[in-house]
Structure formats: structure tokens, C-alpha cells
């Protein structure tokens, strides 16, 4: 029989409702706590209390920690899956987070619930006992990290939550899910076809999120590079251009070797260096913008962050994230 762990963190999936005033809030007992004899399946389960949070509150550190534990876990050798629970706001940081940081052959499913563990249609324990299916099926192996939610397996790579309060609101809006769940069988339909994986000790740098839009000035981005930021991220318009009064602060920041990478404010479609005019795409990357695609502004805030610990000279980074 497989020995699966499930690590807790947080979230809704770890919060009651209180019926009078209607809000959520973190309980001092896990209300899934000690579930396992529902769980209808052949493995051996085993819970690892590591935080009590709702995932605005997670930091860098708490994943460098969560990826730490799973890592140590593996390493002693008796788990053959893992599954954590987390709060959906920030649950697709983490999970690719844990992408780039593990390097795993093991299944790692990544969950969390829309509704608290007392509302009418709770999705908690439902996605909990989909989650370690999944974590207990030998195709679930070799696949990165996963996130399971509303009988879908996305890759952490991939997925994004698209609605504030929908149990369907976990997506990967560009490919769709790897794989579903019914009720006799986890079927997975795509296959990972690159996989990377970077050995990091800490993750310290501070990396800012900037979202293009109308009429942007460069004062913002002044303000921003003047705190002392390690990296910028440029969520940028259409296939990657900016207004273009923000040139020459962003050049500020690349003259000062601080590394700017670009994505999309789409959710859909690649970013790549099309248009000449100023602000244009090929403007930026003649710049030394590195265009980032197929991540979102959050996980390339998440990878950029990564990458820093390795190295922050700009020809190394442009092909971790060409
Ligand atoms: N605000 C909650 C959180 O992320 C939402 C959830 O868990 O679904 O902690």
C-alpha cells in the first residue's frame, strides 16, 4: 500500500463559516483533520500540520520552507506522494514555486476549497480525497507539480485561478487540464514535455510586479526601481509592448544590471517581439528586456526570484526564460 503525506497550510479548505455573520475565518483545529477513514482508497495517510494560513499571508519564506519539508519527507525515503492544502489566492505561486524547486519523480498535488469545511457544497474534502487519488495513481508520476480542484489536474506551470468565488475557478487557460477526475478513474490526457527544476538554499530577492496600462508614466517605475528591487516584472500590453513614457525609466533600471522580464497582461498567447514603434516589443528586447512566455506576471515574479539565487547576469538568465 502507498504511504501518501498531506501537508496542511491554510486556506479556505482549513476554515469554518460562522453562520451568523456569514464570514470565514481560520479555525484553531483543522476541520479535515483526521479524515483519512473517508478516504475510500489504498493508501496509507499520513498529515503534516506545517501552517495555519490564509495564503495572502504566505511569503517566499513559507514556500521555501513547504518545498524544504516535502524535499526532506521524500528524502527519508517513505512517502510516495504528497499533497498540500492551501488557500486558492495564492495557491498557484506556490505550486510552481514547488515546480522549480523539487526534483521529484513522485506525484506532488497541490489543492484547496472554494467554500469553508461548513458551507453547503463544500469542495474541501471532496478536492481532498480527488487530490490524494491522484497522489496514489502511478501515472501521476513524472508530471511536475500538479493542482487539483473540480475534478481537473492542472500542471502548477499552467494553471490560474479565473474566478473570485466559482468552484470551477481553477484554469489553464491556454491548454486546458492534463488530466480529469471521475468517480473510478484519474485520466490523464497530456504529457510534461520539458521539466526544470533549480537547487536554490534561500529565496531573498525582491522582485517587483508592474502591470502596463493606458497612459503609464515613468514616475511609478522611478518610485519603484528607488526602493531597491533585485528584478521587475513587466506584465506588458498585447504580444509585449508598453507606452511609451516609461522607456526611459526602464532603461534607468537595466543600466543600473537589473534584470527586466516581460509577459503578457493576456491571459492567452505568447509575448514576442513584434512591433518597431516606440514601446514596440522589438524596441524592448533590443533594450535587454527578456521575454518570458507562457507564465503569467506572478510566476514569473516567482521564477525570477529563483533564478536571482543563481545568477543575475542577464545573458544566463534570457534562456531560463526564453
Ligand atoms: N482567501 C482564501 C485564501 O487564499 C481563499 C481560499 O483559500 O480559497 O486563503
Redesign the pocket.
Known amino acids: 500500500m502507498k504511504k501518501i503525506l498531506i501537508i496542511h497550510t491554510?486556506?479556505?479548505?482549513s476554515?469554518q463559516e460562522d453562520k451568523r455573520s456569514g464570514t470565514?475565518s481560520t479555525s484553531s483545529e483543522h476541520p479535515l483533520s483526521n479524515s483519512a477513514s473517508l478516504f475510500n482508497h489504498d493508501a496509507h495517510i499520513e498529515e503534516d500540520f506545517l501552517f495555519n494560513?490564509?495564503?495572502?499571508?504566505?511569503t517566499p519564506a513559507h514556500m521555501l520552507e513547504l518545498g524544504r519539508r516535502i524535499h526532506d519527507k521524500l528524502a527519508a525515503g517513505n512517502f510516495d506522494g504528497v499533497v498540500v492544502t492551501?488557500?486558492?489566492?495564492?495557491?498557484e505561486e506556490t505550486a510552481y514555486f514547488l515546480d522549480l524547486f523539487l526534483q521529484t519523480r513522485k506525484p506532488i498535488v497541490v489543492t484547496?476549497?472554494?467554500r469553508?469545511s461548513n458551507e453547503i457544497g463544500s469542495d474541501g474534502l471532496y478536492n481532498l480525497i480527488s487530490s490524494v487519488r491522484v497522489a496514489n495513481t502511478d501515472e501521476a508520476q513524472d508530471k511536475g507539480v500538479l493542482v487539483v480542484m473540480n475534478d481537473e489536474i492542472h500542471t502548477a506551470k499552467n494553471v490560474t485561478k479565473t474566478s473570485t468565488s466559482n468552484v470551477a475557478t481553477f484554469q489553464s487557460p491556454q491548454y486546458g487540464p492534463i488530466g480529469i477526475i471521475t468517480k473510478q478513474e484519474i485520466l490523464f490526457h497530456q504529457k510534461l514535455i520539458s521539466y526544470e527544476s533549480y537547487p536554490i538554499q534561500q529565496l531573498t530577492k525582491n522582485v517587483a510586479l508592474v502591470k502596463a496600462y493606458a497612459g503609464m508614466e515613468g514616475s511609478l517605475i522611478r518610485a519603484i526601481h528607488s526602493t531597491g528591487i533585485s528584478g521587475m516584472i513587466i506584465e506588458a500590453l498585447g504580444q509585449g509592448n508598453v507606452p511609451k513614457d516609461i522607456l526611459p525609466a526602464l532603461q534607468e533600471i537595466l543600466d543600473d544590471d537589473i534584470p527586466i522580464i516581460l509577459v503578457s497582461r493576456c491571459y492567452q498567447g505568447i509575448v514576442q517581439a513584434t512591433y518597431m514603434y516606440d514601446g514596440g516589443g522589438r524596441q524592448l528586447r533590443d533594450m535587454g528586456i527578456i521575454f518570458a512566455n507562457g507564465l503569467t506576471g506572478p510566476k514569473a515574479r516567482i521564477k525570477l526570484m529563483v533564478a536571482l539565487e543563481l545568477t543575475n547576469n542577464l545573458t544566463e538568465l534570457a534562456p531560463m526564460f526564453e
Open positions: 491554510g486556506g479556505t479548505i476554515m470565514v494560513l490564509p495564503s495572502p499571508h504566505i492551501h488557500g486558492t489566492d495564492t495557491l484547496g476549497a472554494m469553508s
